[in-house]
C-alpha cells in the first residue's frame, strides 16, 4: 500500500530525515522524533503538499503522478496546529464543509457527518461555535473531518497533543476501526507516550538535530516583589444559560505553580482567561495584588504559540521580552534557530520561545495554556526548568494541563475542573 525508499522531504535546500518504509495494507504506522526534527515536513510531503527526494509509492503508483483532486480523496492531513484548518462557525458546518468539498449528496453528507461526530465523541457539541471549544476538542474536530472522505492514507501530525486521557481512549478505538476498515494511518509523535495505542510499525527517524537550548538563573528571590492571587466565588460562561466555570475560588502565592487539569472542555483554558483578566466573571471577583488583574502585570500564554509570538524571529522575541525589568539572566541557542523565521521553527521550539518570552517580561502573574503540548520529553525537561526558574522571580505560575506526569514534575499545588465544579487535590 506504501513504500518509501529514501523518502526525504525538501524544504528549499533542507532536507529531512531519510524513511525507507514498506507497508502492504491497512495499519497503524507511528513515526517517532524530537521536536524540529521534521516530521511535519514528512507528513506534508506524502499529503502532496512539499517535494520530495527519493520514491513514495501509494497504491502502486509514485505519489508525484496523482493529480492533485484525487490525492485529496484517498489522503487526509491533519496538521500539529489544528486551528489552522478550521473555517466555518459552527462545529457542525466545519465536518460538513469536508463533505461539500467531495460533492457529497445530501443523505450522504449528513450520515457520514453524524457517524464521525460521534466517534470523535462531539456529537452533543455540534451546534457549538468552533471558538468555544476546547485545545482538544479542536483537535478531535480536526480529526473528524479528515475522516469523512474516508481515505486511504490518514496523516496524523500530533494528533492527540491536546487530548486528555479518557478522549485518547477513544480516539484509540476510532483509529484501530479506522485501520480495520481498510486505512493505512501514519501518525507523527514527539514523545511515544502520546500514541494511546501500540503502532503495527514504529519508525524512529535518524536526524542529526540543533535543538534549542536554554539556561536560565535568576537573581535572589529575597528582593523581589511579593505577589498573591486571590479569585472568589467565580462564574463564568460564553453563552447565558450555559455555565462553564460555577463557584471557582483559589489563592496563590509568590513562588507558587499552581496547576489546572481536568478533562477537555472542562474550563481550564477559561479559568486561565479569568485569572488574567483576559475575561470578566459573571459573578464573583479575581485580584492580583488587591486589583483585577490586567496585562502587563498579567501574561496568559495561549494553547497556539504562535498567537503569542509577535517578532519575526526567535532572537526578536527574546529581545523584546528581555527589555522588561526581569531577575533572569539567561543563555539561549543555537544561532541559526535563534535566527530563523518564528514561522518556520517546529511547534515544540515556538512553544518554548513563547513561555520564555512570556517569563522574561516579569509579570506578577504567569498563565501557561498547555505548555507540554506536543513536546518531546527534553523539551518538556526544559519547560519544566523555565517555569521553576519563573517562581524563583517571585512571579505566581499557572499551568493548565491534561498532561499529569507534567502537572507531578512542575505543581505546589492542584485544582481539577470537571462539569463546572472545582476541587483541589494532592499534587
Not at 535518524?206 to 535543538?211: D, V
Not at 479569568?274 to 494553547?303: F, I, N
Amino acid at each position: 500500500m506504501l513504500r518509501l525508499e529514501r523518502f526525504r522531504p525538501r524544504r528549499g535546500g533542507w532536507l529531512g530525515p531519510e524513511v525507507d518504509l514498506e507497508v502492504e495494507g491497512p495499519a497503524l504506522v507511528s513515526m517517532v522524533g524530537p521536536n524540529g526534527c521534521g516530521k511535519s515536513s514528512l507528513m506534508l510531503a506524502l499529503a502532496g503538499l512539499l517535494p520530495y527526494e527519493g520514491s513514495a509509492r501509494f497504491m502502486g503508483r509514485e505519489l508525484r503522478e496523482f493529480d492533485p483532486r484525487e490525492l485529496r480523496r484517498l489522503v487526509s492531513y491533519v496538521p500539529d496546529d489544528p486551528y489552522s484548518v478550521m473555517v466555518r462557525e459552527r462545529v457542525i458546518d466545519e465536518v460538513l464543509f469536508s463533505a461539500e468539498c467531495l460533492g457529497l449528496g445530501l443523505e450522504e453528507a449528513v450520515r457520514s457527518v453524524e457517524w464521525v461526530l460521534r466517534s470523535v465523541g462531539l456529537i452533543e457539541r455540534s451546534d457549538e461555535r468552533v471558538r468555544e471549544l476546547s485545545g482538544g476538542q479542536v483537535q478531535r474536530l480536526a480529526l473528524a473531518a479528515a475522516l469523512v472522505p474516508k481515505p486511504k492514507l490518514l496523516l496524523l501530525d500530533g494528533p492527540l497533543s491536546h487530548v486528555d486521557e479518557e478522549a485518547r481512549r477513544e480516539v484509540a478505538l476510532v483509529l484501530r476501526d479506522v485501520v480495520s476498515g481498510g486505512t493505512l494511518v501514519v501518525a507523527a509523535v514527539s514523545d511515544p507516550a502520546d500514541l494511546p495505542i501500540g503502532p503495527d510499525v514504529e519508525v524512529e527517524l535518524g536526524c542529526e538535530l540543533e535543538a534549542l537550548s536554554v539556561k536560565l538563573q535568576a537573581a535572589d528571590s529575597n528582593g523581589s516583589e511579593s505577589h498573591e492571587l486571590i479569585a472568589e466565588g467565580v462564574r463564568f460562561g460564553y453563552r447565558r444559560g450555559r455555565e462553564v466555570i460555577g463557584g471557582f475560588s483559589l489563592a496563590a502565592r509568590s513562588g507558587t505553580v499552581v496547576a489546572l487539569t481536568g478533562p477537555n472542555g472542562s474550563g481550564k483554558s477559561t479559568a486561565l482567561k479569568l485569572l488574567t483578566g483576559a475575561l470578566r466573571p459573571w459573578e464573583g471577583k479575581v485580584t492580583l495584588d488587591g486589583s483585577p488583574p490586567s496585562p502587563p502585570r498579567a501574561a496568559y500564554c495561549p494553547q497556539n504559540p504562535s498567537a503569542f509570538l509577535t517578532e519575526r524571529t526567535a532572537a526578536e522575541e527574546i529581545e523584546l521580552a528581555s527589555r522588561s525589568r526581569t531577575p533572569l539572566t539567561l543563555e539561549v541557542g543555537p544561532k541559526r534557530l535563534l535566527e530563523a523565521p518564528v514561522h518556520s521553527l517546529s511547534l515544540g521550539a515556538k512553544r518554548v520561545v513563547a513561555v520564555l518570552s512570556a517569563v522574561l517580561r516579569g509579570p506578577a502573574l504567569i498563565a501557561l495554556d498547555e505548555p507540554a503540548a506536543g513536546l518531546d520529553p527534553a523539551n518538556k525537561e526544559l519547560m519544566a526548568d523555565v517555569i521553576r526558574a519563573a517562581t524563583r522571580t517571585g512571579s505566581v505560575v499557572l499551568v493548565a494541563s491534561h498532561d499529569r506526569h507534567f502537572v507531578r514534575s512542575v505543581a505546589d499545588e492542584v485544582y481539577i475542573l470537571q462539569g463546572g465544579s472545582v476541587r483541589r487535590v494532592d499534587p
